[in-house]
């Protein structure tokens, strides 16, 4: 295979560490990637979303396949753009249509398929401009708290928790009249919140079938104990100890089950990952929302964690057999932390100088997210700069190890949580 990765982050990183792992990978592409990705193939400076760039780029390099690594590409319609153009329809796209995309580019569309199929979730009402009077009203006899929710993506930002009706409501009109999230927010969903711990849980699927891959638990917000504003994800353990057999057995039948079959009912075109953030709320799990891709930082506890060849899981996509397949986990306990830059997830300054990246390991892995290279040195270029992930037989053990490295390695203005996996160990 000749491949093209879409993306720059930590996840991409770590997919094209575990695709090169693979004998049927002849060369690997990353469109733009990073310092990280770098060590694994060949970077190539076209952004994620400019398809033409990309056709051209595929059709000049007699690319084989395409993996999208983040949503914005998928939700673009880039399958469709592959399947629509008789020069490239022969080259696979790792990941669902645009309409499928929407799962995660619309709250509204997801909401209203889990409903269709009977998937546990939290009671919403949808709203916009024309209802937006029957919204204010709907606010204002809510229980609290309220979640409101930008239909559309809005970079992880667009869901808001409020206690006070009246603060929910300037928020409301601030998403749907004032574009506060530019027109993600011309839709708004009102949830009911639910109380519990969060867990993410991934299948690969090729619209009809499905293989569950290792569970995690990311760490979404900025400060210690769950504290402050909310990021891209600061870090994540894979498995979630709480998600036992008996939880994983309610997961498959009441939420993975039916996505997938009610995707196959209703002949929406599926190829790739599903991500299904999750609640379990006493015992029992809810969806929170779904994604059309790996999670970050997810993907750096699960590819360690899983021990199939990922391109072999892919052909099996393609070739519509992975149902023959059988997914193989490391039985070690993986745990990752993310090094980001000082400030974020607000302003926040790039091209410092990082140092003391070490080796990798059987143990331990340091993937690069917002990294770039500069005359032989590395420098930050993003908010989140690094994760590293430790395989160890304990939690403990490997969240040591972890902070170890985190303490280790060294850029001006670092910063990173000291109590990723606190709730369990």
């Not at 004998?23 to 398809?51: K, M, R, W, Y």
């Amino acid at each position: 295979m000749k491949i093209l990765l879409l993306g720059s982050g930590g996840r991409e990183h770590a997919l094209a560490w575990k695709m090169t792992q693979s004998t049927l990978c002849e060369q690997l592409f990353i469109a733009p990637g990073n310092a990280g990705t770098a060590q694994h193939g060949q970077n190539v400076d076209i952004a994620v979303s400019d398809f033409e760039k990309i056709k051209a780029f595929c059709l000049e390099n007699a690319i084989t396949l395409v993996v999208p690594g983040s949503e914005e590409p998928l939700v673009k319609g880039i399958y469709d753009f592959f399947q629509q153009d008789e020069a490239l329809k022969h080259i696979p796209v790792m990941g669902p249509s645009a309409y499928a995309a929407q799962l995660e580019g619309s709250k509204a569309f997801a909401k209203q398929f889990m409903s269709r199929h009977n998937i546990p979730t939290a009671a919403y009402r949808e709203f916009d401009e024309s209802t937006y009077e029957e919204g204010v009203a709907y606010l204002r006899q809510h229980t609290t708290p309220i979640v409101l929710k930008a239909d559309g993506l809005a970079a992880g930002k667009g869901v808001v928790i409020l206690e006070d009706r009246e603060a929910a409501v300037t928020e409301f009109t601030q998403m749907i009249r004032e574009a506060k999230f530019g027109d993600a927010s011309k839709k708004v969903v009102v949830e009911q919140f639910l109380s519990g711990i969060e867990l993410s849980v991934f299948v690969l699927t090729d619209g009809k079938s499905y293989q569950l891959l290792p569970s995690a638990k990311d760490y979404k917000r900025i400060g210690e104990g769950d504290t402050g504003l909310n990021t891209g994800g600061m870090g994540a353990v894979s498995p979630v100890p709480f998600a036992d057999k008996v939880f994983m057995d309610q997961v498959i039948e009441q939420v993975v089950k039916p996505t997938v079959d009610g995707l196959a009912k209703e002949n929406i075109v599926y190829n790739g990952f599903i991500f299904f953030g999750l609640i379990n709320v006493d015992g029992a799990p809810f969806v929170i929302e779904y994604n059309c891709r790996m999670g970050d930082p997810e993907t750096e506890v699960v590819m360690p964690r899983l021990q199939n060849d990922l391109l072999e899981l892919f052909q099996s996509v393609i070739d519509g057999k992975l149902s023959a397949q059988k997914i193989y986990e490391d039985s070690r306990v993986a745990t990752t932390v993310m090094l980001v830059a000082g400030g974020y997830p607000e302003a926040y300054e790039k091209g410092k100088v990082i140092t003391n990246i070490p080796a990798p390991t059987q143990d331990q892995l340091v993937f690069q997210a917002g990294t770039k290279a500069s005359g032989g040195e590395i420098l930050t270029n993003g908010g989140r700069v690094l994760t590293i992930t430790s395989l160890a037989s304990d939690l403990g053990i490997a969240l040591s190890h972890s902070r170890q490295t985190a303490e280790s390695i060294d850029f001006e203005g670092k910063y990173y949580r000291r109590d990723i996996g606190f709730e369990f160990v």
